[in-house]
């Protein structure tokens, strides 16, 4: 038997592209059908089959309704915390240093590899209730913590059983190429090999991850070498993205591009020749303003160049133990537009339907559209700006989860 719900008395931000701004509909009403969206726009246009089978009716009560927010760049699954390293930081050492010096992702690294899969699920749980308790429905998680077969296959499997564990929606992307563990110290060609020859096959193989990601950086893995993974994921099938970009300007974001890449993310140093070559491939540039922000960089990725190519922009937490341990949503949102002028609407346009494209999603995901999956954030607002607005305070009313109540 069919199930409908219908949240009525609502004010709409569809995210619906036919739709000018956020799509916004004053007056509007949602039907779920079996978990999918049977109907979202105006209440008076609302289909009469479907006010009569409801089998439930919620009174938004003149509430905002959003897509489920998507985090789509997170690296929630670790063990361990770099707090220390953030004490030397503000003694002066830089997070070049500290990486060169063997700390920094190596020290993620190795209580990473000693952690078991649930010990890695426990430790994530609460940094996943976090984001949750503010409306978010799905959520991208990279493995590039483990950096040999055994063990990024247990990230994956542990961001798997988060899941299992909550009613969210994990999306799964393997990061081997993030940083060079000890065993190939010196040898970062043997350790690409590796990871192309060991890692990606058996991930592809036991379908562990949806994407294949890489750090494009001289701290870690140079255009040639990221192309060699890039290669491997295409032999597997799968799609990439890319870390480019971030502390200096290697040509990233336009090789990834070549590869018809999802994403690139971070961006802080992209060029106008890397804009065009994003633009041409469709490729949605991910920025990451916690890093920034938890880094004290100054170097700000180009938006206005972004804005005037068409390239679209998502945001994300980047929830991670050494350049950014932020978990949560909304205020990455504030961060997004006094660290990069973003506008309200387009950071909010960066957790939905953008953040979507950004995980291959679109089609499922990010807008309020008859067909897509049903979930949704009711918010305790006026208006969709003070999502962004606000620091540190969470207006979240109810959280819908493939049109289904979820307590907060
Ligand atoms: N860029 C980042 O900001 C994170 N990874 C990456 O490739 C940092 C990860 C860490 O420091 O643990
Ligand atoms: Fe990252």
């Known amino acids: 038997m069919t199930t409908t719900r219908l949240f009525r008395n609502a004010r709409l931000a569809t995210m619906d592209p036919a739709r000018n701004g956020l799509g916004i509909v004053e007056k509007g009403a949602v039907a779920a059908e079996d978990g999918r969206i049977a109907y979202a726009g105006p209440e008076a246009d609302l289909p009469s089959s479907l006010a009569v089978t409801a089998s439930e009716i919620i009174d938004c009560e003149g509430r905002w309704i959003t897509p489920g927010l998507i985090d789509c760049h997170t690296h929630i699954v670790h063990a361990g915390n770099r707090a220390h390293e953030f004490e030397l930081r503000l003694n002066g050492a830089t997070y070049e240093e500290i990486a060169r010096a063997g700390g920094g992702i190596l020290s993620t690294v190795n209580a990473t590899r000693a952690a078991s899969e649930a010990?890695?699920?426990?430790?994530?749980?609460?940094?996943?209730?976090?984001?949750?308790?503010?409306?978010?429905?799905?959520?991208?998680?990279?493995?590039?913590?483990?950096?040999?077969?055994?063990?990024?296959?247990?990230?994956?499997?542990?961001?798997?059983?988060?899941?299992?564990?909550?009613?969210?929606?994990?999306?799964?992307?393997?990061?081997?190429?993030?940083?060079?563990?000890?065993?190939?110290?010196?040898?970062?060609?043997?350790?690409?090999?590796?990871?192309?020859?060991?890692?990606?096959?058996?991930?592809?193989?036991?379908?562990?991850?949806?994407?294949?990601?890489?750090?494009?950086?001289?701290?870690?893995?140079?255009?040639?070498?990221?192309?060699?993974?890039?290669?491997?994921?295409?032999?597997?099938?799968?799609?990439?993205?890319?870390?480019?970009?971030?502390?200096s300007n290697l040509g990233g974001a336009a090789l990834a591009a070549r590869y018809g890449a999802l994403s690139a993310d971070h961006l802080e140093y992209l060029d106008e020749t890397g804009v065009a070559a994003m633009s041409k491939s469709g490729t949605v540039a991910v920025l990451l303003p916690g890093a920034f922000y938890f880094l004290k960089e100054t170097q700000k990725p180009p938006v206005a160049l972004l804005r005037r190519a068409g390239v679209p922009i998502a945001i994300a937490t980047d929830c991670n133990p050494g350049s950014s341990p932020l978990t949560s949503l909304l205020l990455t949102l504030n961060m997004a537009c006094t660290l990069f002028a973003l506008t309200p609407d387009e950071t909010l346009l960066g957790v939905t339907r953008n953040a979507a494209k950004a995980l291959g999603l679109q089609r499922e995901i990010g807008t309020l559209e008859a067909g897509k999956r049903c979930d949704l954030a009711i918010w305790e607002i006026d208006r969709p700006a003070e999502l962004a607005y606000r620091i540190g305070f969470n207006p979240l009313w109810r959280r819908v989860r493939n049109g289904q109540w979820q307590s907060r």
């Open 119 to 247: 010990e890695l699920v426990a430790s994530a749980l609460p940094r996943l209730d976090a984001l949750i308790a503010e409306g978010v429905t799905t959520i991208e998680v990279k493995s590039g913590y483990g950096l040999d077969r055994e063990n990024e296959a247990k990230m994956l499997r542990a961001a798997a059983r988060l899941a299992a564990e909550r009613d969210v929606s994990i999306v799964r992307t393997c990061l081997g190429a993030h940083a060079l563990p000890p065993e190939f110290a010196g040898d970062k060609d043997a350790y690409i090999e590796d990871v192309c020859r060991n890692q990606l096959p058996f991930v592809a193989k036991e379908h562990l991850a949806d994407a294949v990601d890489g750090f494009c950086e001289r701290i870690a893995f140079s255009p040639e070498q990221i192309a060699r993974v890039f290669d491997a994921a295409r032999a597997h099938g799968l799609p990439v993205k890319l870390h480019a970009e971030q502390l």
